[in-house]
């Protein structure tokens, strides 16, 4: 959907690996007007969560698909 962005590295098993530098790259999401971030949930825990931008973290890529679809 409009406004949603994906951020993370995908494993050959399906797994969404972890990113570096998560709290930056929401920080530049939320100026370039995205409203929804899909981000390795294992990256979540040093980022404060925020009103602006809805985070949702997933461990596989499967749990994208039920997300968006």
Do not use: W
């Not at 294992?42 to 698909?65: A, F, H, R, W, Y």
């Amino acid at each position: 959907p409009e406004g949603t962005l994906l951020v993370g590295e995908v494993g050959l098993a399906g797994e969404v690996r972890g990113v570096s530098h998560l709290a930056a790259r929401i920080g530049e999401v939320k100026k370039m007007g995205f409203t929804r971030c899909i981000v390795p949930e294992n990256s979540l825990k040093p980022v404060k969560k925020t009103k602006d931008i809805e985070l949702i973290g997933i461990k596989q890529l499967s749990e994208v698909m039920d997300i968006l679809f």
